[in-house]
């Protein structure tokens, strides 16, 4: 009985913790929380109606997945984006998701290519900007776009690789929601279609190459136009 009554209160923290990430990583996506901003335990736990060590497992998820950095001695806050920080990024993901590509293509079977094609289907059918979510892609389309490039990658077979995906690909979309840029002279729809047919055709280092430049066109687009960190009180 008492395991029973132990078994029930851990799912119900989980499911409280749970809660507490998501809207936490929405808030944060959404810009409610400033590049630099503190996330105060205590604050949040008021806020949301839950326990402290809830919100420290929620905040942990979240720093996980690189929204949120842990300060020595000073808690938890909202990464201070910089030019420097998203060209890090950026050159991160040229070296790792092009490399992965290269396999998933090597290895897909012809089910990865089923899932390739649907995935590209819906982003080309997803429009990119609707009215009342302003200059910002929309959330459906921003999850088409994730759910394609990851999809493109899901061939290679290796879980380890698309854990490190995800977070690289959260961090760089939350600084693309900082910097509210749009560019119109860049064909992405054009962008997206060359990487579906390399991949389908089986061409492994046109997929790769493609991919690069895409990746390279993204960050060139976006430097410059990240909220610059917020000055350091002498």
């Known amino acids: 009985m008492t395991q029973m009554i132990h078994s029930s209160a851990s799912s119900g923290k989980q499911m409280l913790s749970e809660q507490v990430y998501a809207h936490l990583r929405d808030a944060i996506m959404r810009g409610d929380h400033a590049p630099g901003d503190a996330l105060k ?8 109606g839950v326990s402290l060590a809830v919100v420290r497992e929620a ?3 979240v720093v996980g997945e690189g929204l949120a950095d842990r300060l020595p001695n000073r808690g938890f806050a909202v990464p201070a984006f910089s030019d420097l ?3 890090e990024i950026a050159e991160a993901r040229r070296t790792i998701e092009p490399v992965v590509l290269r396999m998933s293509v090597e290895r897909g079977d012809v089910e990865w290519e089923a899932r390739v094609r649907a995935a590209h289907h819906r982003l080309t059918r997803t429009p990119a900007y609707v009215p ?6 929309s959330a459906a389309w921003s999850e088409a776009h994730r759910a394609f490039h990851r999809t493109l990658l899901e061939g290679c077979g290796n879980p380890v690789l698309l854990e490190t995906f995800d977070r690289m690909w959260t961090a760089s979309e939350l600084a693309r929601r900082w910097s509210a840029h749009r560019n119109p002279d860049r064909d992405g729809a054009a962008e997206h279609r060359r990487l579906e047919e390399a991949a389908l055709a089986r061409d492994a280092d046109t997929a790769a190459e493609v991919l690069t430049l895409h990746l390279t066109q993204t960050a060139a687009g976006l430097t410059g136009c990240i909220h610059p960190e917020p000055a350091k009180e002498a």
């Open 59 to 61: 905040l942990v998820r």
């Open 85 to 87: 920080r998203w060209q």
């Open 41 to 48: 335990p205590q604050d949040l736990a008021k806020e949301q």
């Open 132 to 137: 009342e979510e302003g200059e910002y892609y």
